[in-house]
T-cell receptor
Framework: DTAVSQTPKYLVTQMGNDKSIKCEQNLGHDTMYWYKQDSKKFLKIMFSYNNKELIINETVPNRFSPKSPDKAHLNLHINSLELGDSAVYFC???????????FGSGTRLTVV | AQRVTQPEKLLSVFKGAPVELKCNYSYSGSPELFWYVQYSRQRLQLLLRHISRESIKGFTADLNKGETSFHLKKPFAQEEDSAMYYCALSFQGAQKLVFGQGTRLTINP
């Protein structure tokens, strides 16, 4: 039973399209995150949500819009995809009082 | 701003040799430091955290506040240690982890 699951694992799409990545955790954690890993393997936080509320938005373009329908889900919608959006996107979750994150397996997004 | 620096992008050692992955951080308060590992085609996993002061898979890391370092060490490297290693920092109320650039460790047979 996967703790943090992301779908899809791979996503190939054309520039200008709109796409979504879904994330679900069954750990009962109250904080969820999206991280971006670029081609140089550098991991950078994008968003952090605590109990469905946005806590952190790290200067991410408005084309990226996270949505948390409940504290077990944090989806990422991306509008007007650009070549530079190609990366691996990781979802993660944690309890509010600890930083022991559990990561999803990642979604490799390729924009062509 | 908080920053984590891993000076080596690539590190290659022979099996059985000692390994040390360097991590330095900049943060003026009391940090929480972590090492995460990503094996090939697998998700990122927590390896160890400084507050636990534990040894996982033979790895240890000591927080040195004077040198602002949290180097990861293992006395005898094994081939299965080949992976990408990330040092990360957080602090009370941060609501996020700040990652270093990562070090790709390769253990040669």
């Amino acid at each position: 039973d996967t703790a943090v699951s992301q779908t899809p694992k791979y996503l190939v799409t054309q520039m200008g399209n709109d796409k979504s990545i879904k994330c679900e955790q069954n750990l009962g954690h109250d904080t969820m995150y999206w991280y971006k890993q670029d081609s140089k393997k550098f991991l950078k936080i994008m968003f952090s949500y605590n109990n469905k509320e946005l806590i952190i938005n790290e200067t991410v373009p408005n084309r990226f819009s996270p949505k948390s329908p409940d504290k077990a889900h944090l989806n990422l919608h991306i509008n007007s995809l650009e070549l530079g959006d190609s990366a691996v996107y990781f979802c993660a979750s944690s309890r509010h009082d600890t930083h022991g994150y559990t990561f999803g397996s990642g979604t490799r997004l390729t924009v062509v | 701003a908080q920053r984590v620096t891993q000076p080596e992008k690539l590190l290659s050692v022979f099996k059985g040799a000692p390994v040390e992955l360097k991590c330095n951080y900049s943060y003026s308060g009391s940090p929480e430091l972590f090492w995460y590992v990503q094996y090939s085609r697998q998700r990122l996993q927590l390896l160890l955290r400084h507050i636990s002061r534990e040894s996982i898979k033979g790895f240890t890391a000591d927080l040195n506040k004077g040198e602002t370092s949290f180097h990861l060490k293992k006395p005898f490297a094994q081939e299965e240690d080949s992976a990408m290693y990330y040092c990360a920092l957080s602090f009370q109320g941060a609501q996020k982890l700040v990652f270093g650039q990562g070090t790709r460790l390769t253990i040669n047979p």
